[in-house]
């Protein structure tokens, strides 16, 4: 849990340095319907019909699963700094490239850190005229069997959105 106060540091001096998931184990025979007030859990936020998570689609030609959370261009699951993703871009959309000069939009890599990368998606008449951003952030925790990745994908639009992709 992050917990800050306004009063003591201005919004440019905070810096968060670790985030800590949290989660809870029930038993098996648990009922949804004995939650009591005293938790903090409610209702809506373990039923099915929670709506906050990455729905996902499968491209039936290409069998890829990809995103689309703005309805413009299908992003694929995988972080933007591997080779791969901008294979599968391309396959999803076959109307943008990174180097292709008849295609109507290009895409626009920038590297950060080998762990952050930034992708634009210009126009190729004019490559200031930005259509779509978004950044991807490459998160490892090391398990003692496996090591798992997340992807943090922040889409940016009139409204900033945050997906972690497991």
Same mark, same amino acid.
Do not use: C
């Given at each position: 849990?992050l917990?800050?106060?306004?009063? %003591?540091y201005?919004?440019?001096d905070?810096?968060?340095?670790?985030?800590?998931?949290?989660?809870?184990?029930?038993?098996? %025979?648990?009922?949804?319907?004995?939650?009591?007030?005293?938790?903090?859990?409610?209702?809506?936020?373990?039923?099915?019909?929670?709506?906050?998570?990455?729905?996902?689609?499968? %491209?039936l030609?290409?069998?890829?699963?990809?995103?689309?959370?703005?309805?413009?261009?299908?992003?694929?699951?995988?972080?933007a700094?591997?080779?791969?993703?901008?294979i %599968?871009?391309?396959?999803?959309?076959?109307?943008?490239?990174d180097?292709?000069?008849?295609?109507?939009?290009?895409?626009?890599?920038k590297?950060?850190?080998?762990?952050?990368?930034?992708?634009?998606?210009?126009?190729?008449?004019d490559?200031?005229?930005?259509i779509y951003?978004?950044?991807d952030?490459?998160?490892?925790?090391?398990?003692?069997?496996?090591?798992?990745?997340?992807?943090?994908?922040?889409?940016?639009?009139?409204?900033n959105?945050?997906?972690?992709?497991?």
């Open positions: 849990m917990n800050i106060r306004s009063e %003591d201005s919004s440019e905070n810096k968060v340095i670790s985030i800590i998931f949290s989660y809870h184990i029930y038993f098996i %025979d648990y009922n949804i319907n004995e939650i009591g007030n005293e938790l903090l859990i409610n209702e809506k936020n373990i039923s099915s019909e929670n709506k906050d998570y990455i729905e996902y689609k499968e %491209d030609d290409s069998k890829l699963k990809y995103m689309n959370p703005l309805k413009i261009f299908k992003l694929p699951l995988s972080f700094g591997f080779s791969k993703f901008i %599968d871009f391309k396959k999803l959309n076959p109307n943008v490239s180097s292709d000069p008849n295609l109507k939009y290009i895409l626009n890599i590297e950060i850190t080998p762990y952050e990368v930034k992708i634009y998606i210009t126009l190729q008449e490559k200031s005229i930005v951003k978004f950044t952030i490459l998160i490892t925790i090391p398990k003692i069997e496996r090591k798992e990745i997340f992807i943090e994908r922040t889409v940016k639009s009139k409204n959105y945050i997906f972690l992709i497991i």
